[in-house]
T-cell receptor, first 109, second 115 residues
């Protein structure tokens, strides 16, 4: 079957670095997305990886290993506004997106 | 209008009633999607449309129907609502017609409660 696994909740300190992991199993693969979702709001796009390696975008970076079915989102210099849920989603061979349940990130001062 | 709008923002509905959730985008995107989001579960695709005039079933289509008469609008209809359809519903769109490989942009959501 198809599956996305990511931790349910993580806690980090303001100014620190946090890594949110995601493992996926899909029939075929057409890229890995990360979205941010603040409570009560819509998901917003953060990053897309289709090739192995690290993509850096400001304070946020995303990594992909296709052979391991693994990705992570790295958030640096954490700010209170980064408190949100982070959703991992993988595209399968039918170009459908399979979504993880999301990781709720709590930032403490 | 900028982006995707959804209406209503929230709704309380009696079981057995018919309800249409509206979704409009002004980005001229080809593909549109309807998801439901329930606590502890990932977004689940209900129906999608690659382009105007075509629709397809997602992971959880039962009890829902859609139409795509034009590029901008993608309404979702619950023919006879049941309490298990209580959820937050998100409409999304993407530029290309390759469902799932393009960045998706989401509307603000409709919170639906079926009693």
């Amino acid at each position: 079957g198809q599956n996305i696994d990511q931790p349910t909740e993580m806690t980090a300190t303001e100014g620190a670095i946090v890594q949110i992991n995601c493992t996926y199993q899909t029939s075929g693969f057409n890229g890995l997305f990360w979205y941010q979702q603040h409570a009560g709001e819509a998901p917003t796009f953060l990053s897309y990886n289709v090739l192995d390696g690290l993509e850096e975008k400001g304070r946020f970076s995303s990594f992909l290993s296709r052979s391991k079915g693994y990705s992570y989102l790295l958030l640096k210099e954490l700010q209170m506004k980064d408190s949100a849920s982070y959703l991992c989603a993988a595209g399968d061979s039918n170009y459908q997106l399979i979504w993880g349940a999301g990781t709720k990130l709590i930032i403490k001062p | 209008i900028a982006g995707i709008t959804q209406a209503p923002t929230s709704q309380i509905l009696a079981a057995g009633r018919r309800m249409t959730l509206r979704c409009t985008q002004d980005m001229r995107h080809n593909a549109m999607y309807w998801y439901r989001q329930d606590l502890g579960l990932g977004l689940r695709l209900i129906h999608y449309s690659n382009t105007a005039g075509t629709t397809g079933k997602g992971e959880v289509p039962d009890g829902y129907s859609v139409s795509r008469a034009n590029t901008d609008d993608f309404p979702l209809t619950l023919a006879s609502a049941v309490p298990s359809q209580t959820s937050v519903y998100f409409c999304a769109s993407s530029e290309g017609d390759s469902v799932g490989s393009d960045t998706q942009y989401f509307g603000p959501g409709t919170r639906l409660t079926v009693l």
